[in-house]
């Protein structure tokens, strides 16, 4: 069956210190993948995408993602974590492609990530 | 850009009692949309999908229903509410890219 997997239900760091919020996938073909962030009682934001082309891809609010194909994960990344930036974090893929696409996406069960001062 | 409203932002409603919960969209014409149910502030669970005007896939056997009477409106309704009916829903768009773009979410309580 196809699944996303997020090992940790959350993530602690300090302020300043690099953040890493894990995804693994499970899917046959090439998927597309994706991550998304909630804050307390609002929709999903849009992060950033993998399509194709560099396995690094940057995003919104200095997020990166590094997909790597042979461990099938795309690690969620962050220099340097602020305290805003806690909050839920969730990653997605798209194994539909092509004509009559419907652009579902499976979902991870989320990851909480917290930032101390 | 496109953006998605969701109408009410918040609702509390009795057992037995119907239900209608709105999403509209502007900026965007024949988008894909999709309804979720978020439970406890964790993982989505995809309700329904539709690709076009008239045009419904469920993923869930529930007491649920949805419509899409116009392409840019899309309705999750209940003809009588559960306890079970409990929870954040979201209305999600696609339109020409690959990523999903959420509404701000009906925050439903049965009681």
């Known amino acids: 069956a196809q699944s996303v997997a997020q090992p940790e239900d959350q993530v602690n760091v300090a302020e300043g210190n690099p953040l890493t919020v894990k995804c693994t996938y499970s899917v046959s073909g090439n998927p597309y993948l994706f991550w998304y962030v909630q804050y307390p009682n609002r929709g999903l934001q849009f992060l950033l995408k993998?399509?194709?082309?560099?396995?690094l891809v940057k995003g919104s609010y200095g997020f990166e993602a590094e997909f790597n194909k042979s461990q099938t994960s795309f690690h969620l990344k962050k220099p340097s974590a602020l305290v805003s930036d806690s909050a839920l974090y969730f990653c997605?893929?798209?194994?539909?492609?092509?004509?009559?696409?419907?652009?579902?996406?499976?979902f991870g069960q989320g990851t909480t990530l917290q930032v101390k001062p | 850009s496109q953006t998605i409203h969701q109408w009410p932002a918040t609702l509390v409603q009795p057992v037995g009692s119907p239900l209608s919960l709105e999403c509209t969209v502007e900026?965007?014409?024949?988008?894909?949309l999709y309804w979720y149910r978020q439970a406890a502030g964790r993982g989505l669970q995809l309700l329904f999908y539709s690709v076009g005007i008239g045009q419904i896939s469920s993923e869930v056997p529930q007491n649920l229903s949805a419509s899409r009477p116009q392409d840019r409106q899309f309705i999750l309704s209940s003809k009588k509410l559960l306890l079970s009916d409990s929870g954040f829903y979201l209305c999600a768009l696609v339109a020409g890219g690959r990523e999903q773009y959420f509404g701000p979410g009906t925050r439903l309580t049965v009681t």
């Open positions: 993998y399509i194709t082309g560099d396995n």
């Open positions: 997605a893929v798209s194994p539909f492609h092509g004509s009559g696409n419907t652009g579902k996406l499976i």
């Open positions: 900026g965007t014409s024949n988008p894909n």
